[in-house]
């Protein structure tokens, strides 16, 4: 297969995930986006990004492992503000 055909079928594998589910990866670098996917397809021994979207098609808790595999987990935590301003206000002035 040629790179353009793989890059086609790439694509055409992420215009099924935001059809079927409505998420885009747009925004995600290709490069890591492949790589990531192509762990996922490796564990269900698919060959090319055709053979992925049917078994995505066959097998729906698939759909949860690649986001798995692809987002990346960041808890809430250090994003919230109100769980750093206890630990401004409470934690740090009882340890110093």
């Given at each position: 297969m040629t790179e353009q055909?793989?890059?086609e079928q790439l694509e055409a594998l992420l215009d099924y995930?935001?059809?079927?589910r409505g998420f885009d990866f747009t925004g995600y670098k290709r490069s890591s986006l492949r790589r990531r996917i192509l762990k996922r397809m490796e564990s269900v021994h698919c060959e090319d990004f055709a053979s992925y979207r049917d078994y995505l098609r066959d097998h729906d808790g698939e759909f949860g492992?690649?986001?798995?595999?692809?987002?990346?987990?960041?808890?809430?935590?250090f994003r919230d503000g109100d769980p750093w301003s206890a630990?401004?206000?409470e934690v740090i002035p009882r340890i110093l």
């Open positions: 055909a793989d890059d995930v935001k059809e079927s492992e690649l986001f798995n595999t692809v987002l990346i987990n960041v808890t809430s935590f630990v401004a206000d």
